[in-house]
């Protein structure tokens, strides 16, 4: 009887967990249709403030003082962030023990999209990292918070918008570390 009752739980987490990636997925797909769509409209009529800035003046840059004689050097991410813990699980009901065996299930998929992401990166497709950084995002923050969960949601946010291979390569090194601390926590 024991066995059905943690047999039930378990698929009502695994149902939660679908329907909530479902969840995630729409809203996911809906904003990049709206920013897609306003990119075109941005992109087909310029609008009075664009038109603007075509006559306005480059404004004229001081000469370097002591101060401002260094470049301006781009800010990387820290990457710095609390162990991950499953807490979110236990509030669910799980045992620490049941806890502990989906977030031991994280670490495969991890260990399967990192080898992608990278590829990806050497590619230069920061579209398909931000896609592959979703999938697993989604895994990781309904398992727990802090370490890998908190990484991939900062990571995933910046590939929404951003391109510059150095700060990716900081998520990236970032994404190798926190899996291996995750394996290290969680074996």
Do not use: W
């Amino acid at each position: 009887m024991l066995g059905f009752i943690l047999l039930s739980i378990f698929i009502l987490i695994v149902i939660t967990i679908v329907v909530s990636e479902i969840r995630n997925e729409r809203n996911y797909q809906k904003n990049r249709r709206q920013k897609n769509k306003q990119n075109k409209r941005e992109d087909k009529a310029p609008t009075a403030q664009t038109q603007r800035k075509k006559v306005t003046k480059k404004p004229i840059q001081k000469k370097p003082t002591q101060e401002n004689k260094q470049p301006n050097k781009k800010k990387l991410p820290t990457c710095n962030y609390p162990l991950f813990t499953h807490e979110r699980l236990i509030e669910m009901g799980l045992s620490a023990e049941e806890a502990k065996e989906f977030v031991q299930e994280l670490i495969p998929q991890l260990e399967i999209q990192i080898p992608l992401i990278e590829e990806a990166f050497k590619k230069e497709d920061f579209h398909q990292m931000e896609r592959l950084t979703h999938n697993i995002k989604g895994s990781a923050t309904n398992l727990g918070t802090g370490g890998i969960s908190d990484l991939l949601v900062e990571c995933n946010t910046y590939l929404k918008t951003g391109t510059d291979s150095d700060i990716t390569k900081v998520y990236l090194d970032s994404l190798k570390h926190y899996t291996q601390t995750l394996k290290e926590q969680y074996t």
